[in-house]
DNA sequence: TGAAATGTTGGGGCG
DNA sequence: ACGCCCCAACATTTC
């Protein structure tokens, strides 16, 4: 008598260990059937794109690879999520479906749909965490209600119960016999063609729970020691670089959280970084609309300007400012900034070319291979300032004197905007005022090979500070 | 997880 | 010797 199937649908948890999902449905002695669902519709604008679809080809691919380790496979489907699943669960007979919880919130609409769906036919539809060390509505207020600043809402989660246990990978999956057809990953097209503009990603990351693993090792062996200063220099990895691995689920923060000796040098440090993507998580949930919609309303009368030739400008790294064009063209060629980098160039966008931050939103969510709605909506909040414990509007940075701080050398400038790569430390980071004789000999043509400034930092640092006058209450 | 303007202090040059 | 000015260097305030 055939056994009947559990299915667990993998979606932001693309790992094997540390996955309460996956553990549960092993402990069933029952087949399993892995799936992953590729559903276009659901998330709207905010769904999978762009350079996000390559990391997704290859974080698939891997963990296809290693579920046929044990055995097993990955099923692929596509379409609406919540067709998707009642239909494979009629075809197989299955009696469950596992997932882990995603807090975006179109994805908790359709999510408790199914749930909902599902119950109504007497199956067994659970979902677990897999993504965060506190769930949102776990850490409350004294007056309970959300958290707006970080430091009390770290302090609340640091000061609670400890997060829960990491479980380990199953030993064994039964696999489904027959394994249900489904989609080959090449029918999707996740992976760019005319032009492959991520060509170059392939030198740069390794998708998939086991680059994930070694990123963390070498980062907790290697550099977390110097993290606390080292963060700042992007010029060098001296980072996790995990953030991709993390929007992905190939590693929990449970995981990284269980790894660090917290008396290390840079372990505090480190894990308030995980802090601010728990917040961040924190703020999507109890504030759904801030992908779209600015958390301080003071903010939707500020006087953006429509500046398509600006936007093109930083968007293609011809800004004329080399910080912000080496940050600029770093996320197009290896699809990730430093986030000091961002920063800067965030607030270039904003502040000195005065466009509305969802435009940088939106141009990141197609860029970055870890673009992660919850962390890209908060991040872009929190440099225009209209977000929570945001930094206040006239935090502008100078991308000179950002430059020569966290670049000294000028060896990140040098790497990505090889056409000034000839020009003396000393105008590395403000090519206009090297002398005629300087910049002949570098090579460099201003307007030519390298733009002007497309803005005069000065004058847009007082026009900003105009703008927001605009908006000032009191 | 700023920068710029403004204020203060103290040393040195100089008449 | 003294006052005056200049201007780093640092501190404080403002945006």
Redesign the pocket.
Known sequence: MPVQPIIVWFRQDLRLTDNPALVQAAAADAPVIPLYVLDDRTQGQWGIRGAARWWLHRSLQSLDASLRDMGSSLLLRHGDAGQVIPRLVEETGATAVYWNRCYEPRVIARDSRIKESLGATGMEAKSFNAALLFEPWTIETKTGGPYKV?TPFWRACSSGAPPAEQVDAPKALTPSDPMPPGDTLDDWRLLPTSPDWAEEFGEHWTPGERGAQKSLDAFLTDRMASYPEGR?RPAEVLTSRLSPHLHFGEIGPRQIWQAIDRRKTGAEKFL??IG?REFAHHLLYHFPAIPEENLRPAFDDFPWRDDADGLKAWQRGRTGYPIVDAGMRQLWRTGWMH??VR?IAA?FLIKDLLIDWREGEKWFWDTLVDADLANNAAGWQ?VAGSGADA??F?????P???GE?FDPAGAYVRKFVPEIAALPDKWIHHPWDAPDDVLESAGITPGETYPHPIVD??AA?QRA?TA??AIRTG
């Open positions: 970080f700042d308030a970084e601010w986030n000091r920063m607030s929190w930094a206040p006239f935090r502008i940075f100078n000179v004197t950002q701080k930092h000065k640092r500070l927001f006058k």
